[in-house]
């Protein structure tokens, strides 16, 4: 079958027919800006390097003046982690992170970030991002939890689908459309005790059941790229996993854009992980793996050349690496506009701030609440405590200009923000309120900690907000973390409020679910916002107001303890029950909240379930039982009973989001395929095997939210 590139491989392969092999190396590496400086970075881009990454407007514009005013003049390609909107760029729009985005379990809202970062990346002079990141996060004392999509593998898919479309848009040469990068190629989030680019004591056959899925649905969206993982699979580093980057990615999954290394990967081959003996030989294995690009070990380029001089690397693997990013090059236009227009004047504009509100706002998920949520009229004062409530680098966290490309914590935002503080500020006013803050504490102990002033400033509210969660020294690569507790005096500072009897109300600001105890089960109501980036503190705020209705559904469990971990709910089944009512003898079993939860101001009710195997079709109906409109979450598991291989005790197969104003019923209908039931045998063969399934249907993942149905296949 011809590709749908052919007319751009063509094109691709006429430049390539004219290259000399040094200009086809060059093509391969890829620039870290900010690492060697302007000088270096315009040297390089006259030797014909075909990417840089982390330079912005400007500084990116020299660097493609350089590049198109060489012999063949083919243009450069920049590179940026706009992870979460623009944000390494103090001017663009700060969106919440991907883990906030996920809590919406909302693909148009996933398309719309993707689609406004897009367009701001692009007025940059920029083409592409290295996202999204498709990691599971499953052992959540990883550091990088927040930069996922959560713990699960269908929602992590579809999410992930529609933030590339919408990076990508209808084509990739529109003025407002960027490359997307789906990281890292594979299972690094699943590495031995979450420690970062460790090996993953995986196999090929569980890789296909759980880390791969959502990698495949990247590629049926068009995903032009593909990061490879830091880490190795069973003492193979992906960056010379041949199988993974050509079988599997290439010729089983169809694959037809370029793939990149992540940062160093290839001189990690010979410091790292000692697989290479030095940095010709990481070169060779790393080229003939199938790595298209490698981003900064600019090594690559003298040990290629001579590899293939000497007749030991054979041209034909660079030639192939050089047209597969010559053929993107070419469907971006790059060739005709080597620069894109994006939207002149779009960075932080209203339509913008807009979209990262509603991002924020969607992702607000209520975890607990006594009834002291909303906030009642007639409260006349309230008590807004703890750091992050007025902190705008913990409620940004990780990848915005304040962490990357160098740590910058000093810098002065130049976008407006609201901090929670100030949301509930502005909100209290306006409603005759007042409102009283007090930092207490962080979660980093410091000598600011002030533990009695905040207690004394809590003393007469109305209600507490306890603002409890991490800062970035605790998040991101190199951060994994041993104990999820939460650190600091937070927990010290929390009982003291308890102590006071006043309503009281812990809000996490955080980057990955922590170990809240005491703050978490004995709180009267509890609100997670994660990152929520510029507008978070003002999503916060009307949440508690209830100006806006909770509609956040989990998509990560919460473990009660660090030593729980791991505690996504899809786990095989199996596990002893020594004790009577326990399978720890120290702590329960379950999780504090569990993937799928979360509560909003009014309740649902779910009767009626059918499923027809004959037609796949599920119907269930949905009843708003509360006072106020809501929005639901239907959410579709399943487990195959009895299997040839062990299959997890269920597994979210679809979900559909559905609008109920007070008191309405709606029947939810979902069209399921056979193929969604199906499991990955000892052959690595995905089939659905005969027998007895079991479909559930409801609220969330836990049992007791769920309507079932037996059928067979
Ligand atoms: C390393 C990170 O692992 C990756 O996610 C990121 O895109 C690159 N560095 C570039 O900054």
Redesign the pocket.
């Known amino acids: 079958m011809e590709s749908k590139n052919a007319a751009y491989i063509a094109r691709a392969k006429e430049i390539l027919a004219q290259m000399t092999l040094e200009e086809k190396v060059a093509q391969m590496v890829q620039v870290p800006y900010a690492m060697v400086g302007r000088e270096e970075a315009l040297r390089w881009a006259k030797l014909g390097a075909g990417s840089f990454?982390?330079v912005l407007g400007d500084d990116a514009r020299e660097v493609q003046q350089a590049a198109c005013s060489t012999r063949l003049g083919i243009p450069v390609i920049f590179?940026i982690?706009a992870v979460r909107g623009h944000a390494l760029n103090d001017h663009a729009t700060v969106f919440p992170t991907q883990l906030a985005c996920a809590c919406t379990w909302d693909r148009e809202i996933a398309r719309e970030m993707g689609r406004v970062t897009a367009r701001e990346v692009a007025t940059d002079g920029l083409h592409w991002t290295?996202s999204p990141?498709l990691c599971l996060s499953r052992d959540t004392r990883w550091g990088r939890v927040n930069?996922t999509f959560g713990e699960d593998p269908y929602l992590t898919g579809e999410l992930a689908a529609a933030i590339i479309e919408g990076y990508q848009g209808d084509s990739l040469d529109d003025e407002e459309s960027i490359l997307a990068?789906a990281?890292?190629y594979y299972a690094y989030g699943e590495a031995v005790g979450a420690r970062d680019a460790c090996d993953s004591e995986i196999t090929y056959r569980k890789a296909r059941e759980v880390f791969l899925p959502p990698f495949k649905k990247a590629v049926d969206a068009g995903c032009a790229s593909f990061?490879t993982a830091?880490g190795s699979i069973d003492g193979t580093p992906l960056t010379i996993d041949r199988h993974s980057l050509k079988d599997i990615l290439r010729d089983e999954m169809g694959f037809e854009g370029f793939v990149v290394t992540?940062?160093d990967n290839m001189s990690s081959l010979v410091k790292q992980q000692f697989v290479a003996e030095d940095t010709d030989e990481a070169a060779r294995l790393a080229a003939e793996a199938g790595n298209d690009m490698i981003?900064t070990s600019v090594a690559f380029y003298d040990s290629a050349v001579k590899l293939v001089r000497e007749g030991r690397l054979d041209e034909a693997v660079i030639d192939e690496a050089v047209l597969h990013i010559l053929t993107i090059k070419a469907k971006m236009g790059l060739f005709e506009h080597p620069e894109k227009k994006g939207r002149p004047g779009c960075f932080g504009c209203a339509e913008h701030m807009d979209a990262a509100l509603r991002t924020a706002q969607r992702s607000i998920t209520l975890l607990r609440n006594d009834g002291v949520l909303p906030i009642a009229p007639s409260c006349k004062k309230i008590a807004v405590i703890g750091a992050n409530a007025d902190d705008v680098r913990a409620q940004y966290g990780d990848w915005t200009y304040f962490t990357?490309?160098l740590p910058d914590p000093d810098h002065v935002p130049v976008r407006p923000y609201t901090t929670i503080r100030e949301g509930v500020e502005e909100l209290a006013k306006a409603k005759g309120a007042s409102c009283v803050y007090a930092r207490g504490c962080g979660p980093i102990a410091s000598d600011e900690d002030d533990l009695p002033s905040a207690v004394e400033a809590a003393k007469g509210a109305d209600v507490i907000v306890y603002v409890v969660g991490d800062v970035v020294s605790q998040v991101g690569?190199g951060k994994d973390r041993a104990d999820l507790s939460l650190s600091g005096r937070q927990t010290e500072l929390f009982r003291q409020l308890r102590a006071l009897n006043i309503p009281l109300v812990t809000v996490l600001c955080a980057s990955k679910p922590l170990a809240m105890g005491d703050a978490a089960e004995q709180a009267d109501a509890v609100v997670v916002a994660f990152n929520g980036g510029a507008t978070g503190g003002k999503a916060v705020a009307q949440a508690l107001f209830g100006e806006i209705n909770p509609s956040g559904r989990l998509p990560i469990s919460f473990p009660r303890h660090s030593g729980q971990v791991p505690v996504y709910y899809n786990q095989l089944p199996g596990w002893h029950k020594l004790v009577d009512k326990q399978k720890y003898c120290d702590l329960p079993e379950t999780p504090l909240y569990v993937f799928g939860e979360g509560l909003s101001y009014t309740d649902f009710a779910y009767e009626n379930m059918t499923f027809d195997p004959q037609t796949m079709k599920a119907s269930v109906q949905v009843s708003n039982t509360g006072a106020r409109a809501g929005l639901e979450t239907v959410q579709v598991y399943f487990r195959d009973l009895v299997s040839s291989v062990m299959t997890p005790v269920k597994n979210l197969i679809a979900y559909k989001q559905v609008e109920l104003a007070p008191g309405e019923t709606k029947t939810v209908e979902i069209k399921l395929e056979r193929m969604d039931f199906a499991l990955v045998n000892r052959r690595e063969e995905r089939v659905v095997e005969p027998g007895e399934f079991m479909l559930m249907v409801g609220h969330s993942s836990k049992d007791a939210d769920l309507l079932t149905v037996k059928f067979a296949l």
Do not use: V
């Open positions: 990454l982390h590179g982690d290295f990141l930069e990068c990281k890292h990061m830091y992540d940062w981003m990357h490309p690569e």
